[in-house]
């Protein structure tokens, strides 16, 4: 009990003796910390792309992801052409990959199937760790087909099955009537059951010859049901979050292990079938090695603008700026060899942004997309250091900026958030007028307690902070409450320091549970499922509920975000009359505080969202994917006061009308 409560309902001299003789328990218990908040005194406007995502196609987040195409090495241009396909030992069948006559350039391989066998034969595609395929559902399945011979089979059937020998059929489709030219077959399976590791298998029908490739399962369900569209339940996920912006491709994927295996944005767009598939450079690279990591490119710049465009973020694409990535080969692009890699760039904007009329504004209008994607800025590079970097930036700078003064574009500060790299590059972005510097922090939990007041001191008048990617690490990697909240906390200083800091993005985003390489991650899933981790929680709580100014703030004495492990940032939201207070309470036991709003007359009563456990280990998973989920309820507001318990180990955000 509280005194304050107690005074209200007794007399005082009865609630000094009562005080007196209460417990040494309930003497030990804190005071109510105030909380003030200053809605007279309305600071900067926060930018709405404070809170974004940061998509890079690792741990199977495109592939296996959120590109739900079911067959793996569709087009056979695995350095291993055959990963993912398989054929009984049946000595009168072959399965060749060739390359004589291919469909085009950009995909030379395919697969010939031969056999003298009166009854046809079958091959199977294992899908990316399986196919996850759902009762009732429609699947688009589809091949280039040729038959080079007169004597060829007639038809070709495909069917899911279960796995294992001799497993059930889950639905079939047969294409028929081929011809010596490659032409584009489609039919549709209908599933008859839900399973998580479906096969495909194909069986030709009769003896003879024929050719396949880009052969294709594909869920008719997908996002906005788009054809080629995107995995419904991972967008969904994205678009609830209310990000401000979407960085993408990447992450190290832009770079390359060396600048031929750089992520080139003109490969990715146009027909599926020319985009030519490429090993992903995480394929070999960190925790767990995944040796048919691919990129198809399915997911391409076309349908990265789309998706930015469905889920109301600012696109923020990353381009390659000749150097790849320094963990790697550190390769270079000469600084008088740059032009192929700054017209992508500028060719990037006029695809973006273009008029109908110019080139690449055609392409967009050709690909369904007559509006512009309203680009407004572009990354110059990844995670690049060093005077390299600072050379290329500069040339990048002038010819983005000559051509296109709007376009703002985000430079690195190096892999680290201190030390000799990010000091070397810092200043040197701040001479050169870069419009954002993009800072990156891996770090243990108390690394992001500590540094919550980190942008309180940044230089209000040079480059905007780019915070593009951080996660707190906890010793075994896992999405914990505990390193939720800790990222928690120090969002609230990014939030009150929002005049500098203009973006944040928790990285990476997604995770396949059989094939990532990289932990902890905001959202994990495997073929049919997904959750969002505590983090992502966190990271939604923020995004959905940011407000449009920040508000001045005090914690007790202190006019920092910070005290006595209590951790918050207020705003106002112009559009809805609320003000918006983040609270985190990171310590062991409930703290009671005291809200106040001055020079506002906060009335009614305010909503409450609380995500919190008392245990720090505690995380969400595929089987309890709401272990740790946000609870909602309504408030009174007295006196232009709220006198609450923030629980322990909690965020809380409270919204409250004000006139
Ligand atoms: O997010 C994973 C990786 O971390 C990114 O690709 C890279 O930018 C950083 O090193």
Known sequence: MRLQHCVRSHSVLGCLLAACFTTALLCAQPSAESISIQANRPGPAIPRTLFGVFFEDINFAADGGLYPELVKNRSFEFTEPL?????????????????????????PHYLRLRSEIPTGFNITNTGLRGMGVRAGAEYIFSAWVRVPEPSAPKSLRAALRTAGPGGDNLGEATLTGFSAE??????????????????LQLTVDGPGAIDLDMVSLF???????????????????????????????????????????RYQWKKTVGDVSERRAIINRWNDENERLTPDYFQSFGLGFYEYFQLAEDIGASPLPIISCGMACQFNSGELAPLDQLSEYIQDALDLIEFANGDPSTQWGALRAKLGHPA??????????????????????????????????????????????AGPMFNFLWPRMRD????????????????????????????????????????????????????ALAEAAFMTGLERNADVVEMASYAPLFAHVDAWQWAPDLIWFDNLRSFGTPSYYVQKLFASNLGTRILPLSIGESARNAQNGIYASASLD???????????????????????????????????????????????????PLNVVPAER?????????????????????RMPVR
Request: proline fraction near 5%; aromatic fraction near 10%; include cysteine.
């Open 83 to 107: 990963n993912g396909w398989s054929k009984g030992f049946n000595v009168d069948a072959q399965m060749i990959v060739r390359s004589e006559g291919g469909l085009n350039d950009n995909n």
């Open 182 to 199: 490659w032409k584009k077959y489609e039919t549709v399976i209908r599933t008859s059951a839900t399973n998580p590791k479906a096969r």
């Open 574 to 624: 112009e559009k809805t009359g609320e003000v918006i207070l983040k609270a985190v309470n990171s310590n062991t036991a409930a703290r009671p505080v005291r809200i106040s709003v001055a020079g506002a007359e906060a009335r009614g009563s305010a909503r409450a969202m609380t995500l919190a456990s008392g245990d720090l280990a505690a995380e969400n998973s595929l089987d309890k």
């Open 432 to 483: 050169l007028k870069a419009d954002l510097v993009d800072e990156h922090y891996y770090q243990p939990p108390q690394w992001f307690l500590n540094n919550s007041s980190r942008y309180d001191n940044y230089d209000r008048k040079g480059p905007k902070v780019f915070a593009g990617e951080y996660a707190a690490h906890v010793a075994d990697k896992r999405n914990t409450w505990g390193a």
């Open 219 to 261: 869920p008719k369900d997908t996002w906005q049901n788009r054809p080629n569209g995107l995995r419904r339940d991972l967008v969904q996920l994205l678009a609830d979050m209310k990000p401000g912006f979407i960085r993408f491709p990447g992450g190290c994927v832009v770079e390359g292990r060396r600048l031929a295996l």
């Open 372 to 417: 512009p994607f309203h680009l407004k800025m572009i990354g110059v590079g990844n995670e690049q250091w060093g005077k390299a970097y600072v050379d290329r930036y500069k040339v990048f700078s002038a010819a983005i900026k000559s051509k296109y003064p709007d376009i703002r574009l985000v430079a690195s500060a190096g892999p680290f958030p």
């Open 634 to 654: 309504t408030i009174s507001i007295t006196g232009d006061r709220i006198e609450i318990d923030l629980p322990a180990y909690s965020l809380t955000v409270f």
